[in-house]
C-alpha cells in the first residue's frame, strides 16, 4: 500500500524484472491523465520507467497493471494489483489499528494437490473462480489473523480487485460503525452498515469499535466465495 | 429537532411549492401548459437540456421493430428495439411533465411488445402494442431522477424482449434543469444472450445462458465497439456529464473511467441527494442508471469501462477523446 497526500506529487519508477517474460505496466486509478499514468509507465523485461503525477483527488484507490498483451483481466488476475491511499490535508483522523484488505479471484485450470495450477482465461470470461482470496492466499488472515485490542478502533483500507466479482464486505460479528463508501474521504460515512458491497475497480474504508475480546470473522457472504477463500480473522484481545 | 433537518423540510417543502404551483395552475386550467415534441436521438447523443422552469406536455413518438443487424464485426443478431435504436432513444422529461407515448409496432413484427415507464411515476405506466397497432400512454413524471424503461414483466412475459434491444433511459430533471456542463453523454450497458456459432452468422437467442449468466457479449451502447469505433469528444477543462444505465439482466457494472475520476456521482440517478465525491468505480446495478460528471484535465483517450475487467473482452468498453493542452505539472514522463 502506499500512502500520501492530497497536494503531493508522486514520482514512481516502474522496473521490470529482466527475468519477466512479459511486459508490463501501472494504471492507477489515483492518477488523473491518460491510463492513469499507464502510457508513461510501460517496462519492457529488464526496463525501466516513470513518471511524475500530482495528486489532485482524495480517496482509497487500487492500482494494476494494464497491459494489453495478452490480455488486461489477466495482468490483473495474476496478482498485479495494490492500493494507494490519498489523504485529506492534514491526514485521517488517527484511530487504534489500520490494516488493508484486498479481495480478488483467481482463475486456474483444474489440477491435482501439489500441482502448479495454470491461469484459465476461459474461466476468467465464464467468471467461475477457482480461488476469491483476502490478500493473495486464501488462508493469509485464517494462519495470520489480524490483531486489535478490546476498546480499540480499527480502521481498514478494503481493495476490491475483481477481476470480475462486486464485492460485499461483512463483520460477521458486528455492523461497521462508519463506511466511506466507494472509498470517497469527503463524503460523510454511512453509519452502522452491516453489509457494504464494493465495485470492482474500487474500494472503501470502513472503521469500527471492537468492545470486547474474540474472534471476529471477515466474510464475503456470497454464494461459495468464503469456501473459496474470502475469509480472514481479527483476534482481539 | 436538528437544525440541518428542518432546513431540508423547508427546503424539500420550497421545491414542492414550486413544482406544484404551476401544475394545480394547469389542473385548474388557470395557464394552459405548452406541447412539446421530445427530441429523441440515438446513444450516445443526449437530448437538449431543460431550461423551463413551468411543467409541458411532452409528446414522445415511439415504434418497435424488429431487425437483422451487427452485434460485433463477427457476428448478427435480431434485435427488438426502438425507432431502430439500441438502446431505445433517451427521453428527457421535467418533473411535473405530462408524457404522452404514442407506441406504435410496426406492422411486420411477429411479437406483440411493450414498454413499462413504471420508475418514472407513480403506479403502473405499461403500453402494449400488437404488430401493425398503436396504442397511447399518459403519465405524469413525479419523480425526478435517472431510470430504465423496457419491455415488461407484465404476464405472458418474455425476457427474450428486454435482452433483444427493448431498453433506454428517462431523465425527469428537477424544476429549471441541471445544472449546465459543456458535454452530455447517454452510455447504456446491456447484455446478449445468443447460442455459439461461426463468423458471420446470424446467433439465436439462447435462454440457457441467460439462466447460466453466460452472457456473449456485454457491450455499451448495442454493438461490441460502438464507443470504440466512433469515440466520445471533449476538450480539456470541459466537464462531461454522464448518463450511464445498465440494462442487465444479470451483471451489476462497476462503472469507471481510466484515467479519470468520477468528480461527482449520484448513485441509481437519484438528484434529490448530494452526490458522492471524487470516485473511482461506481456500482450501478442492473435495472439502473447513474448520474456521473469529470471535468477532463489531461488531453488523450480514456477509457470507460465495466471493471469487472473480463467483460472488457465482451464490449463493456467506450473511448473519451479529449483534445486539448497538457498539463506537465500533473502528468509527466520522467
Same mark, same amino acid.
Given at each position: 500500500m502506499i500512502r500520501v497526500m492530497?497536494?503531493?506529487?508522486?514520482?514512481?519508477?516502474?522496473?521490470?524484472?529482466?527475468?519477466?517474460?512479459?511486459?508490463?505496466?501501472?494504471?492507477?486509478?489515483?492518477?488523473?491523465?491518460?491510463?492513469?499514468?499507464?502510457?508513461?509507465?510501460?517496462?519492457?523485461?529488464?526496463?525501466?520507467?516513470?513518471?511524475?503525477?500530482?495528486?489532485?483527488?482524495?480517496?482509497?484507490?487500487?492500482?494494476?497493471?494494464?497491459?494489453?498483451?495478452?490480455?488486461?483481466?489477466?495482468?490483473?488476475?495474476?496478482?498485479?494489483?495494490?492500493?494507494?491511499?490519498?489523504?485529506?490535508?492534514?491526514?485521517?483522523?488517527?484511530?487504534?489499528?489500520?490494516?488493508?484488505?484486498?479481495?480478488?479471484?483467481?482463475?486456474?485450470?483444474?489440477?491435482?494437490?501439489?500441482?502448479?495450477?495454470?491461469?484459465?482465461?476461459?474461466?476468467?470470461?465464464?467468471?467461475?473462480?477457482?480461488?476469491?482470496?483476502?490478500?493473495?492466499?486464501?488462508?493469509?488472515?485464517?494462519?495470520?489473523?489480524?490483531?486489535?485490542?478490546?476498546?480499540?478502533?480499527?480502521?481498514?483500507?478494503?481493495?476490491?480487485?475483481?477481476?470480475?466479482?462486486?464485492?460485499s464486505f461483512q463483520i460477521l460479528e458486528k455492523p461497521f460503525d462508519r463506511v466511506y463508501i466507494e472509498g470517497s474521504l469527503t463524503a460523510p460515512p454511512a453509519e452502522n452498515v452491516k453489509v457494504t458491497k464494493v465495485p470492482t475497480g474500487g474500494a472503501v474504508m470502513v472503521e469500527f469499535k471492537v468492545d470486547k475480546a474474540g474472534n471476529y470473522t471477515f466474510v464475503d457472504p456470497v454464494g461459495n466465495r468464503k469456501d473459496l477463500g474470502a475469509m480472514g480473522l481479527l483476534k482481539v484481545e | 429537532m436538528p437544525k440541518s433537518f428542518l432546513h431540508n423540510m423547508r427546503h424539500a417543502g420550497l421545491i414542492s411549492a414550486l413544482v406544484m404551483a404551476p401544475c394545480l395552475a394547469i389542473n385548474a386550467g388557470l395557464v394552459s401548459a405548452e406541447t412539446i415534441q421530445a427530441q429523441l436521438l440515438k446513444a450516445p447523443n443526449v437530448p437538449a437540456p431543460i431550461t423551463r422552469t413551468q411543467p409541458a406536455t411532452v409528446v414522445v413518438n415511439l415504434e418497435a421493430s424488429e431487425w437483422v443487424g451487427l452485434i460485433s464485426d463477427d457476428n448478427r443478431y435480431e434485435f427488438w428495439g426502438i425507432n431502430g435504436m439500441v438502446p431505445a432513444p433517451m427521453i428527457r422529461v421535467m418533473v411535473g411533465d405530462t408524457v404522452e407515448v404514442n407506441f406504435k409496432n410496426k406492422k411486420d413484427s411477429k411479437e406483440s411488445h411493450n414498454l413499462d415507464f413504471g420508475k418514472a411515476t407513480d403506479g403502473a405506466a405499461l403500453v402494449t402494442a400488437e404488430p401493425g397497432k398503436e396504442a397511447k400512454l399518459s403519465f405524469k413524471a413525479t419523480k425526478q431522477g435517472l431510470f430504465v424503461y423496457q419491455s415488461s414483466t407484465a404476464a405472458p412475459f418474455n425476457i427474450q424482449h428486454l435482452l433483444s434491444g427493448m431498453y433506454g433511459l428517462i431523465l425527469v430533471e428537477p424544476v429549471g434543469g441541471l445544472k449546465p456542463v459543456e458535454k452530455e453523454f447517454y452510455v447504456m450497458q446491456s447484455e446478449f444472450y445468443m447460442k455459439d456459432g461461426k463468423k458471420n452468422d446470424t446467433l439465436p437467442f439462447s435462454m440457457d445462458k441467460v439462466k447460466a449468466a453466460d452472457a456473449s457479449y456485454i457491450v455499451h451502447n448495442g454493438h461490441m465497439t460502438a464507443l470504440v469505433k466512433v469515440p466520445l469528444r471533449s476538450r480539456v477543462g470541459e466537464t462531461t456529464r454522464w448518463f450511464y444505465g445498465n440494462a442487465g439482466v444479470n451483471f451489476e457494472s462497476s462503472w469507471h473511467v481510466i484515467g479519470e475520476m468520477l468528480?461527482? +456521482?449520484?448513485?441509481?440517478?437519484?438528484?434529490?441527494?448530494?452526490?458522492?465525491?471524487?470516485?473511482?468505480? *461506481?456500482? +450501478?446495478?442492473?435495472?439502473?442508471?447513474?448520474?456521473?460528471?469529470?471535468?477532463?484535465?489531461?488531453?488523450? *483517450?480514456? +477509457?470507460?469501462?465495466?471493471?469487472?475487467?473480463?467483460r472488457t473482452e465482451k464490449g463493456a468498453l467506450g473511448l473519451l477523446k479529449i483534445d486539448g493542452p497538457t498539463n506537465p505539472s500533473l502528468f509527466k514522463g520522467l
Amino acid at each position: 500500500m502506499i500512502r500520501v497526500m492530497l497536494g503531493d506529487t508522486v514520482e514512481i519508477r516502474m522496473k521490470n524484472d529482466k527475468n519477466s517474460k512479459e511486459s508490463h505496466n501501472i494504471d492507477f486509478h489515483a492518477i488523473t491523465g491518460p491510463g492513469g499514468g499507464a502510457s508513461l509507465l510501460n517496462s519492457e523485461p529488464g526496463q525501466e520507467s516513470g513518471g511524475r503525477f500530482k495528486m489532485i483527488i482524495p480517496g482509497v484507490f487500487m492500482y494494476h497493471c494494464a497491459t494489453a498483451s495478452p490480455s488486461i483481466p489477466e495482468h490483473v488476475s495474476n496478482g498485479m494489483y495494490g492500493t494507494i491511499v490519498v489523504e485529506p490535508a492534514g491526514g485521517l483522523k488517527p484511530v487504534d489499528r489500520e490494516y488493508q484488505i484486498t479481495q480478488s479471484e483467481f482463475y486456474t485450470k483444474e489440477g491435482g494437490k501439489g500441482e502448479t495450477l495454470e491461469f484459465s482465461y476461459e474461466n476468467g470470461l465464464d467468471e467461475r473462480p477457482s480461488h476469491v482470496v483476502y490478500n493473495g492466499h486464501a488462508t493469509a488472515l485464517v494462519k495470520n489473523p489480524l490483531k486489535a485490542k478490546a476498546g480499540e478502533t480499527v480502521r481498514i483500507f478494503f481493495t476490491n480487485v475483481g477481476p470480475n466479482f462486486v464485492d460485499s464486505f461483512q463483520i460477521l460479528e458486528k455492523p461497521f460503525d462508519r463506511v466511506y463508501i466507494e472509498g470517497s474521504l469527503t463524503a460523510p460515512p454511512a453509519e452502522n452498515v452491516k453489509v457494504t458491497k464494493v465495485p470492482t475497480g474500487g474500494a472503501v474504508m470502513v472503521e469500527f469499535k471492537v468492545d470486547k475480546a474474540g474472534n471476529y470473522t471477515f466474510v464475503d457472504p456470497v454464494g461459495n466465495r468464503k469456501d473459496l477463500g474470502a475469509m480472514g480473522l481479527l483476534k482481539v484481545e | 429537532m436538528p437544525k440541518s433537518f428542518l432546513h431540508n423540510m423547508r427546503h424539500a417543502g420550497l421545491i414542492s411549492a414550486l413544482v406544484m404551483a404551476p401544475c394545480l395552475a394547469i389542473n385548474a386550467g388557470l395557464v394552459s401548459a405548452e406541447t412539446i415534441q421530445a427530441q429523441l436521438l440515438k446513444a450516445p447523443n443526449v437530448p437538449a437540456p431543460i431550461t423551463r422552469t413551468q411543467p409541458a406536455t411532452v409528446v414522445v413518438n415511439l415504434e418497435a421493430s424488429e431487425w437483422v443487424g451487427l452485434i460485433s464485426d463477427d457476428n448478427r443478431y435480431e434485435f427488438w428495439g426502438i425507432n431502430g435504436m439500441v438502446p431505445a432513444p433517451m427521453i428527457r422529461v421535467m418533473v411535473g411533465d405530462t408524457v404522452e407515448v404514442n407506441f406504435k409496432n410496426k406492422k411486420d413484427s411477429k411479437e406483440s411488445h411493450n414498454l413499462d415507464f413504471g420508475k418514472a411515476t407513480d403506479g403502473a405506466a405499461l403500453v402494449t402494442a400488437e404488430p401493425g397497432k398503436e396504442a397511447k400512454l399518459s403519465f405524469k413524471a413525479t419523480k425526478q431522477g435517472l431510470f430504465v424503461y423496457q419491455s415488461s414483466t407484465a404476464a405472458p412475459f418474455n425476457i427474450q424482449h428486454l435482452l433483444s434491444g427493448m431498453y433506454g433511459l428517462i431523465l425527469v430533471e428537477p424544476v429549471g434543469g441541471l445544472k449546465p456542463v459543456e458535454k452530455e453523454f447517454y452510455v447504456m450497458q446491456s447484455e446478449f444472450y445468443m447460442k455459439d456459432g461461426k463468423k458471420n452468422d446470424t446467433l439465436p437467442f439462447s435462454m440457457d445462458k441467460v439462466k447460466a449468466a453466460d452472457a456473449s457479449y456485454i457491450v455499451h451502447n448495442g454493438h461490441m465497439t460502438a464507443l470504440v469505433k466512433v469515440p466520445l469528444r471533449s476538450r480539456v477543462g470541459e466537464t462531461t456529464r454522464w448518463f450511464y444505465g445498465n440494462a442487465g439482466v444479470n451483471f451489476e457494472s462497476s462503472w469507471h473511467v481510466i484515467g479519470e475520476m468520477l468528480d461527482r +456521482v449520484w448513485p441509481a440517478g437519484d438528484m434529490s441527494k448530494p452526490p458522492l465525491e471524487s470516485i473511482q468505480s *461506481t456500482l +450501478v446495478g442492473t435495472g439502473e442508471a447513474t448520474i456521473g460528471e469529470f471535468k477532463g484535465e489531461m488531453p488523450g *483517450t480514456f +477509457v470507460s469501462v465495466d471493471h469487472s475487467l473480463f467483460r472488457t473482452e465482451k464490449g463493456a468498453l467506450g473511448l473519451l477523446k479529449i483534445d486539448g493542452p497538457t498539463n506537465p505539472s500533473l502528468f509527466k514522463g520522467l
